[in-house]
Structures are given as structure tokens and as C-alpha cells.
């Protein structure tokens, strides 16, 4: 089992920035993948950002060259750095790990972002 917990959501005007943290706690040494996404109101939960335990990173198309997704040296937390932020931004951002082909999920951080 693996247990997230992710944090750093807020409220920042467009153009500035936040850093999403997600520490993993548990049987962390089966995790591969994390990853964050994020889920709009109305909408469905969308990937942002993922890197594997190799050091691989993708994005999407919508955050390339603005968001930078990265894993502390233990592996066991993962960031997202969010600058140029812009309004379409806004959603609560889940902490994503893949253990084994299972999912495991961060509770949720908003980011809300005002123009």
C-alpha cells in the first residue's frame, strides 16, 4: 500500500507561479510512476505531468515550457513547478503514483488562478 499526501495549492494571480509537493509514504519502494493531474469543475481529471523512475518526464501539451515536474533524491516525493500560471489553470491537482499496475492518489491541492 502507498499512501500520498500532496500540498502547495493556492491562490496566485496569472503570471505568477506555485510549487505542488507530493510525498509518498508506505511500500514506496514498488513505486514507478508518479505524476500529477488535475480535474476542473465540470470536467474530467486530465493528466499534467508524469516521470517514471528512470527520470523520464512528460507533459502536456498545454503546460510544456511552463510546468516542471521532478522527484526528490529519496524518489519518494515528486514537485510541480507551476510558473506562468494563466486562469485555464485552475483545478485541484492530484498527486498520482503507479505501484505495480495499481493507482494511488493524493488527497487533492486547489490552485486557483484569478486574472
Known amino acids: 500500500q502507498v499512501q500520498l499526501v500532496d500540498s502547495g495549492g493556492g491562490l496566485v494571480q496569472a503570471g505568477g507561479s506555485l510549487r505542488l509537493s507530493c510525498a509518498a509514504s508506505g511500500t514506496t519502494s514498488s513505486i514507478n510512476t508518479m505524476g500529477w493531474y488535475r480535474q476542473a469543475p465540470g470536467k474530467q481529471r486530465e493528466l499534467v505531468a508524469v516521470?517514471?523512475?528512470?527520470?523520464?518526464?512528460n507533459y502536456a501539451d498545454s503546460v510544456k515550457g511552463r510546468f516542471t515536474i521532478s522527484r526528490g533524491n529519496t524518489k519518494n516525493t515528486v514537485y510541480l513547478q507551476m510558473n506562468s500560471l494563466k486562469p485555464e489553470d485552475t483545478a485541484v491537482y492530484y498527486c498520482?503514483?503507479?505501484?505495480?499496475?495499481?493507482?494511488?492518489w493524493g488527497q487533492g491541492t486547489q490552485v486557483t488562478v484569478s486574472s
Open positions: 516521470i517514471t523512475g528512470g527520470g523520464s518526464r
Open positions: 498520482h503514483a503507479d505501484s505495480w499496475g495499481n493507482d494511488y
